[in-house]
């Protein structure tokens, strides 16, 4: 592998491991919904020498000499990421999606105050105040759910109730297992009401949406949108805020992630998060995100077919719950072992009204943003949710499983992860 040469010569060690990294991403299917892959020119952007450079502050307000460059490769990122989404404002520099909304978070409330999230069993995420996480001391965090977990439908009654109630200074819509549209316009109602903030964390959604293929939560009012870089918009591992149109807002968000939260932005990564940006402006990112969505609705068939239950009923976006243990008997620790045997990778995942444990929960949650990204349409989608059946059926045979992963591989064979995916 040329691209790691000078790691093959210096440190054997860790050359084997991402040499045997680059062996599991090539042979093996990537089904986890919030993982994609990127291009070589995002790759060499992080790989580049602005790993080197201490940039604190932001363009033209820094605090070390030397920052032509950074000023440039940043202002490069923000200007970009204003037109994917539409909005005024852009801070790209939080090294996450945690680390983003916690920024959210100090900017727009005081320690006390109320946010009013998706709950996390019916698909929220850790970071919208799970009990585990440190966040959870500082804020106050109330909930709203599903009205029908066979539905998706969200119970916008209850969330304009507990408003109503809790005074949220937020109200937060997004997660990260959940597979319908929202109806952001009813969040903006509801929080016009009780006089809180509209944020959106798109993490998962956020490509689809640059794209144009799901609603933009700004197009309804929204004041802030949350994100990661490195899901369905196919960047850099990082975070991104992102702010509709007010300059007070933008101000505050840029206090809390420097100096509130964050010491040096890595540069390296905003330079990656540029050229991806670069690409999604790109007409062939729209065909992508248009995919992405076909193929999450092809493999809905398949598993419909087999009588499976998804969660949600189904899915709008790149992503399915499916409760196999309720339909097939076996657990979703269970299902993600014998499927990561196969060479199909995935994760157990809690559903709405759980029964089980979270480290053997009755779901899984799989997507089609990498499957995509690697050239698949709705044919080889089938394909593959007929090869996750077949697995999830044959947990204790191994004729089986060695037939399957040949078949898992020819298929990745056919489908190489491609080095660019602009012409
Ligand atoms: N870990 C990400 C996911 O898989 O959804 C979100 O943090």
């Known amino acids: 592998?040329?691209?790691?040469?000078?790691?093959?010569?210096?440190?054997?060690?860790?050359?084997?491991?991402?040499?045997?990294?680059?062996?599991?991403?090539?042979?093996?299917?990537?089904?986890i919904p919030s993982e994609n892959y990127v291009s070589s020119a995002v790759r060499e952007a992080a790989g580049s020498v602005l790993?080197?450079?201490?940039?604190?502050?932001?363009?033209?307000?820094?605090y070390y000499g030397g920052q032509q460059y950074t000023d440039a490769i940043e202002t490069v990122a923000i200007e970009r990421a204003k037109k994917l989404f539409n909005c005024q404002y852009a801070n790209v520099q939080p090294l996450g999606g945690a680390a983003a909304n916690v920024a959210m978070y100090f900017a727009l409330m005081e320690p006390g105050d109320t946010v009013l999230g998706m709950d996390l069993s019916h698909g929220g995420h850790l970071t919208h105040g799970h009990p585990t996480t440190s966040i959870n001391k500082v804020f106050n965090f109330v909930r709203y759910k599903m009205k029908d977990v066979d539905t998706g439908e969200i119970d916008y009654e209850e969330l304009r109730e507990v408003a109503l109630r809790e005074k949220p200074k937020i109200i937060l819509a997004g997660f990260s297992a959940y597979s319908r549209e929202l109806d952001y316009a009813k969040f903006v109602e509801i929080a016009k009401e009780v006089g809180a903030y509209t944020v959106a964390d798109v993490a998962h959604i956020a490509g689809l949406i640059a794209a144009g293929v799901l609603k933009n939560p700004f197009d309804y009012g929204f004041d802030v949108i949350t994100t990661t870089t490195h899901k369905t918009l196919r960047g850099p591992r990082g975070g991104m805020i992102l702010v509709r149109e007010s300059e007070d807002i933008a101000k505050c968000i840029n206090k809390a992630v420097f100096p509130g939260m964050q010491g040096g932005p890595h540069m390296h990564i905003i330079a990656a998060k540029a050229v991806a940006f670069g690409e999604a402006l790109e007409p062939s990112f729209k065909e992508y995100a248009v995919q992405v969505i076909k193929n999450a609705k092809a493999m809905e068939e398949v598993f419909k077919a087999h009588n499976v239950r998804l969660l949600c009923g189904g899915t709008d976006n790149h992503?399915?719950?499916?409760?196999?243990?309720?339909?097939?008997?076996?657990?979703?620790?269970?299902?993600e072992t014998v499927l990561d045997e196969v060479g199909i990778t995935?994760?157990?995942?809690?559903?709405?009204?759980?029964?089980?444990?979270a480290l053997d929960p009755s779901g899984i949650r799989f997507g089609t943003p990498a499957m995509t990204t690697r050239g698949m349409k709705e044919g080889e989608a089938k394909q593959l949710a007929e090869l996750m059946i077949r697995t999830l059926k044959a947990k204790d045979d191994t004729a089986e499983k060695a037939t399957l992963k040949k078949e898992v591989q020819s298929l990745c064979e056919a489908f190489p992860v491609p080095e660019s995916f602009v012409s």
């Open 1 to 31: 592998m040329d691209h790691y040469r000078h790691i093959k010569q210096q440190d054997h060690e860790v050359y084997e491991i991402l040499i045997g990294e680059e062996e599991r991403e090539r042979t093996g299917i990537e089904l």
């Open 319 to 335: 992503l399915l719950l499916a409760d196999v243990y309720g339909s097939l008997g076996i657990t979703g620790q269970e299902a």
């Open 51 to 62: 790993t080197n450079k201490y940039a604190e502050g932001y363009p033209g307000r820094r």
């Open 346 to 357: 995935l994760n157990k995942n809690m559903i709405a009204e759980e029964t089980r444990t």
